[in-house]
T-cell receptor
Framework: AQSVTQLGSHVSVSEGALVLLRCNYS??????LFWYVQYPNQGLQLLLK??????LVKGINGFEAEFKKSETSFHLTKPSAHMSDAAEYFC?????????????FGTGTRLKVLA | DAGVTQSPTHLIKTRGQQVTLRCSPK?????VSWYQQALGQGPQFIFQ???????QRGNFPDRFSGHQFPNYSSELNVNALLLGDSALYLC????????????FGQGTRLTVV
C-alpha cells in the first residue's frame, strides 16, 4: 500500500518569506500526486497536481511543486508568503485498482504566516 | 456550477443512533467517494460509488454503508454511532472514476455525544 509522509505538522514563516512544505511518498508505480489546501471549517481545495509530463507543476495562488522521482518527493513551495496562505495543507497520492482509485493523504501541515 | 454540495453542514447525534449524510456531485461527475477526517488528521478513504455500486472500500466497519442514486447523488449511512465516529465527513466527486482530480465538498461535521 502506498503512503504519504508530510514532515512538519506545523510550519511558521514570516510574511514575504519562502514557503516550503515537504511531502514524500512511497509508490511502486509512477504516482499521481496532489496538494490540497483546507481553510478552517471548510473542505479541500485543489492547489495543484502532477499526473504526467513536466515535473515542475504550477498551481493556484502562486504555489508550485516539483516531482522528484529519485527522491520520491513532491514538495510544495511559494516564493513569498501572504497572510491569506495560513491554512492546512495536505499532500495526497492516488492509488487505484481495477479501474477505481482512492486518495491516500498525509497527516497535513498547518502553515502559520507571521506579520 | 454549484460544485460538490453536502448536507447537513453540522450534525449532533447520540451514541448508538444512526445518521445519514448526503452529497450531490459536481455537474457532469458520476463517481462519488467518501472520506472521514478526524480532528488533526488527514482524510481517510471510506468507499467509492460508481454506477450505483460500491467499487472500492477502505478499512471501515460494516456500520458504514452507502448508496448512489441514478442522478449520481450519494448517501453515507453510519449505524450504531460511537464517540470515535465524530469527524468531518467529506464527499469527493470525479468523472468516470478518473483519478486525475477529485473535487471535494465542504464536508459535514458530525459530533457524537
Amino acid at each position: 500500500a502506498q503512503s504519504v509522509t508530510q514532515l512538519g505538522s506545523h510550519v511558521s514563516v514570516s510574511e514575504g518569506a519562502l514557503v516550503l512544505l515537504r511531502c514524500n511518498y512511497s509508490s511502486s508505480v509512477p504516482p499521481y500526486l496532489f496538494w490540497y489546501v483546507q481553510y478552517p471549517n471548510q473542505g479541500l481545495q485543489l492547489l495543484l497536481k502532477y499526473t504526467t509530463g513536466a515535473t515542475l507543476v504550477k498551481g493556484i495562488n502562486g504555489f508550485e511543486a516539483e516531482f522528484k522521482k529519485s527522491e520520491t518527493s513532491f514538495h510544495l513551495t511559494k516564493p513569498s508568503a501572504h497572510m491569506s496562505d495560513a491554512a492546512e495543507y495536505f499532500c495526497a497520492v492516488s492509488e487505484g485498482t481495477s479501474g477505481t482509485y482512492k486518495y491516500i493523504f498525509g497527516t497535513g501541515t498547518r502553515l502559520k504566516v507571521l506579520a | 456550477d454549484a460544485g460538490v454540495t453536502q448536507s447537513p453542514t453540522h450534525l449532533i447525534k447520540t451514541r448508538g443512533q444512526q445518521v445519514t449524510l448526503r452529497c450531490s456531485p459536481k455537474s457532469g461527475h458520476d463517481t462519488v467517494s467518501w472520506y472521514q477526517q478526524a480532528l488533526g488528521q488527514g482524510p481517510q478513504f471510506i468507499f467509492q460509488y460508481y454506477e450505483e455500486e460500491e467499487r472500492q472500500r477502505g478499512n471501515f466497519p460494516d456500520r458504514f454503508s452507502g448508496h448512489q442514486f441514478p442522478n449520481y447523488s450519494s448517501e453515507l449511512n453510519v449505524n450504531a454511532l460511537l464517540l470515535g465516529d465524530s469527524a468531518l465527513y467529506l464527499c469527493a466527486s470525479s468523472f468516470d472514476r478518473a483519478n486525475t482530480e477529485a473535487f471535494f465538498g465542504q464536508g459535514t461535521r458530525l459530533t457524537v455525544v
